[in-house]
């Protein structure tokens, strides 16, 4: 009887399909359907071999896991077969005309005192095209922050992660229009999904 059993099992776990480490995962496959916030809601992460539709859906997935995670992000390079993004903190600070490093780096300290400051950070995802043409494929990321993560409240204001929705943006001009301050506007809308402060209020309404 325990023979038999043994049996049973060891063809359970050879009918099992392994997929090979080296071929691309296509995101559809790990999250169907409208993936704007799913990373967040499913704690989905950046790993080798996780294939996109295109470099926009790369750009908003690595954006929702690093807003769930505290830092932000943006793309340091973009070519035709290759794209790198970055954490904010990525890079240093150039101050122009200064040649004394001790000199530069207070005055970085001094001048630079903000949610962005950057730190040299190495976390990076890297992407490549697929066997597809129009497919983007994660060839190397690395998660190594060497800085400070942001608060749930705080990271919302990050350029990269701040939204302004249509309804918000209407209200804008209309209080515009009416001669009330715009920047009451987001107090009203700022919740988890959308979150601006006054001064894209009123940058709003220059870009009219």
């Known amino acids: 009887m325990t023979n038999t059993l043994n049996n049973i099992e060891i063809q359970e776990i050879e009918s099992i399909n392994v997929m090979p480490m080296d071929t691309p995962i296509p995101y559809g496959e790990v999250m169907p359907g ?3 916030n ?3 809601e499913l704690n989905i992460q950046p790993c080798l071999g996780l294939e996109f539709e295109s470099l926009e859906k790369v750009r908003e997935f690595y954006n929702s896991f690093a807003k769930k995670n505290g830092f932000g992000i ?3 390079s973009s070519k035709p077969k290759m794209t790198v993004l970055v954490c904010c903190c990525e890079g240093q600070h ?3 005309g200064l040649v004394d490093k001790d000199t530069h780096d207070n005055i970085c300290q001094s001048i630079r005192k903000c949610s962005t400051l950057r730190t040299s950070c190495q976390a990076s995802p890297i992407v490549s095209r697929g066997d597809i043409a129009s497919n983007w494929v994660i060839k190397s990321f690395s998660n190594d922050h060497n800085h400070v993560m942001l608060s749930p409240k705080s990271v919302c204001y990050m350029r990269c992660h701040k939204k302004m929705s249509v309804a918000a943006q209407s209200l804008v001009e209309k209080f515009e229009e009416e001669g009330l301050l715009t920047g009451k506007v987001a107090s009203i809308f700022n919740n988890g999904d959308s979150s601006f402060s006054n001064r894209d209020c009123w940058n709003h309404i220059r870009n009219l």
Do not use: C, G, L, N
């Open 34 to 36: 409208d993936t704007s």
């Open 38 to 40: 799913d990373a967040e």
């Open 74 to 76: 943006r793309i340091r």
């Open 94 to 96: 150039k101050v122009k």
